[in-house]
C-alpha cells in the first residue's frame, strides 16, 4: 500500500524559507489519477489545505498562501515537495502531505489518502 | 471560500452511544464531503468519501448522510477506539476547506 513520509528541518528561523520533501512509497508519483498535496495543522487547531502538485508539475495553491508557496515534484525519487517563504511564527505548524484521489476523469481531487505522519515545523530565532 | 461549520465543537458521550456530528457547508456542495478521523499526535485518517461511501476498512457503525449544504457523520454505537477529533472536508471547491472538527471525549 502507498504510504507517505515527510522529512525536513524541525525548525526555521522567522524570515527564512520552510523546505519539506514528501517521499512516496508503495507506489509511483507518477501513477495517474492523483494529486500530490500539502496540508498544515496549527498547534491544538483544524486543518489548512496548502496546495498541491502533480507528477506533470501543475500545481494549485491556496491563495492565503500563495504568494510564498512553492511546490516540486521529483518523478525519479517518488518525491515533491513544499517551500514556504517569508516564514513567521505564525507559520509554526505540523505539515503533512497526502495523495489527493481524483474521480470521474475530473481534474478536481475528491478525497485524501493517505497522509503521511506528519512533521512540527517551528519557527523561531 | 466555502466555509465548513461543524457542531458540536465537543461532545461527551459514553461507550455504546449513538453519536451524529453535523457539518454545514456556507453553500451547496453537492455531495462533495469527506469524513475525517483525527488521534492525538497522528494524521487525519479517511473514514467517509462523498458524503456515504465508507473507506475500505473503516468499521460499518459509521456512517455518513447528507447533500447540498447539510451533513452528519454517525457512529452508531461508540467504541472506545472512536474517542478522536473528526473533521469534515469539502472538495466541491478548488479551494479545499475542512471544518474547524468535532472532539468526541470520554463521558
Known amino acids: 500500500q502507498v504510504q507517505l513520509q515527510e522529512s525536513g528541518p524541525g525548525l526555521v528561523k522567522p524570515s527564512q524559507t520552510l523546505s519539506l520533501t514528501c517521499t512516496v512509497s508503495g507506489g509511483s508519483i507518477s501513477s495517474g489519477g492523483y494529486y500530490w498535496n500539502w496540508i498544515r495543522q496549527h498547534p491544538g487547531k483544524g486543518l489548512e489545505w496548502i496546495g498541491y502538485?502533480?507528477?506533470?508539475?501543475?500545481?494549485s495553491y491556496n491563495p492565503s498562501l500563495k504568494s510564498r508557496v512553492t511546490t516540486s515534484v521529483d518523478p525519479s525519487k517518488n518525491q515533491f515537495s513544499l517551500k514556504l517563504n517569508s516564514v513567521t511564527a505564525a507559520d509554526t505548524a505540523v505539515y503533512y502531505c497526502a495523495r489527493g484521489i481524483v474521480t470521474g476523469g475530473t481534474s478536481y481531487i475528491d478525497w485524501f489518502d493517505p497522509w503521511g505522519q506528519g512533521t512540527l515545523v517551528a519557527v523561531s530565532s | 471560500d466555502i466555509q465548513m461549520t461543524q457542531s458540536p465543537s465537543s461532545l461527551s458521550a459514553s461507550v455504546g452511544d449513538r453519536v451524529t456530528i453535523t457539518c454545514r457547508a456556507s453553500q451547496t456542495i453537492s455531495r462533495y464531503l469527506n469524513w475525517y478521523q483525527q488521534k492525538p499526535g497522528k494524521a487525519p485518517n479517511l473514514l467517509i468519501y462523498a458524503t456515504s461511501s465508507l473507506q475500505s476498512g473503516v468499521p460499518s457503525r459509521f456512517s455518513g448522510s447528507g447533500s447540498g449544504t447539510d451533513f452528519t457523520l454517525t457512529i452508531s454505537s461508540l467504541q472506545p477506539e472512536d474517542f478522536a477529533t473528526y473533521y469534515c472536508q469539502q472538495t466541491y471547491s478548488t479551494l479545499l476547506t475542512f471544518g474547524g472538527g468535532t472532539k468526541v471525549e470520554i463521558k
Open positions: 502538485i502533480s507528477y506533470s508539475g501543475n500545481a
